[in-house]
T-cell receptor
Framework: KAGVTQTPRYLIKTRGQQVTLSCSPISGHRSVSWYQQTPGQGLQFLFE???????NKGNFPGRFSGRQFSNSRSEMNVSTLELGDSALYLCASSGGTGVVTEAFFGQGTRLTVV | AQSVTQPDIHITVSEGASLELRCNYS??????LFWYVQSPGQGLQLLLK??????LVQGIKGFEAEFKRSQSSFNLRKPSVHWSDAAEYFCAVRSSGSARQLTFGSGTQLTVLP
């Protein structure tokens, strides 16, 4: 079974631009979550999507948004990039209809804002 | 709100020595607990999880963890460390509800001496 796939692996953007990151979950998984990892703040939850609906959202500004498609693939978008948005963005998928499931992470997208 | 504390930022052990990484959590009900490992520039790999039942759980790569409700702890152990275990280790907690948001500790960086 293929794992969680995130594209691209690396991105360099200029301050003020916008960026879209993509995540393909494990086949059959309907929940996709996004996390931001920085040296200063550690791993922070951005949002979770389940069956195309945002189920939970972390404490991030509205510049951070996401969506999920009918095939469970998810994208997150960051508009008006700031230098502080430089981070490793991780996507996690979890599956099954039960509550008790674990999350599997992708390799991440390393975003650098210059 | 749930929280996780990993008191040790950095631990150094010699190859072949035993290892214990500490994790304390704060959560009102029975939590779901996880340990993940991250190599440089990579995503997170699940080592083990606790949902319910036996408080001593076995994971991959020879790791185990013990859930102690009275101490709100979920410490990770390995009897004999290998050089390839050098990485950063994260403890995480998730609510027992339907939301799959993970709250992570700040991580423990493990260095293994030859």
């Amino acid at each position: 079974k293929a794992g969680v796939t995130q594209t691209p692996r690396y991105l360099i953007k200029t301050r003020g631009q916008q960026v879209t990151l993509s995540c393909s979950p494990i086949s059959g998984h309907r929940s996709v979550s996004w996390y931001q990892q920085t040296p200063g703040q550690g791993l922070q939850f951005l949002f979770e999507y389940f069956s195309e609906t945002q189920r939970n959202k972390g404490n991030f500004p509205g510049r951070f948004s996401g969506r999920q498609f009918s095939n469970s693939r998810s994208e997150m978008n960051v508009s008006t990039l700031e230098l502080g948005d430089s981070a490793l963005y991780l996507c996690a998928s979890s599956g099954g209809t039960g509550v008790v499931t674990e999350a599997f992470f992708g390799q991440g997208t390393r975003l650098t804002v210059v | 709100a749930q929280s996780v504390t990993q008191p040790d930022i950095h631990i150094t052990v010699s190859e072949g020595a035993s290892l214990e990484l500490r994790c304390n959590y704060s959560y009102g009900a029975t939590p779901y607990l996880f340990w993940y490992v991250q190599s440089p520039g990579q995503g997170l790999q699940l080592l083990l999880k606790y949902f319910s039942g036996d408080t001593l759980v076995q994971g991959i790569k020879g790791f185990e963890a013990e859930f102690k409700r009275s101490q709100s702890s979920f410490n990770l152990r390995k009897p004999s460390v290998h050089w390839s275990d050098a990485a950063e280790y994260f403890c995480a907690v998730r609510s027992s509800g339907s939301a799959r948001q993970l709250t992570f500790g700040s991580g423990t960086q493990l260095t293994v001496l030859p």
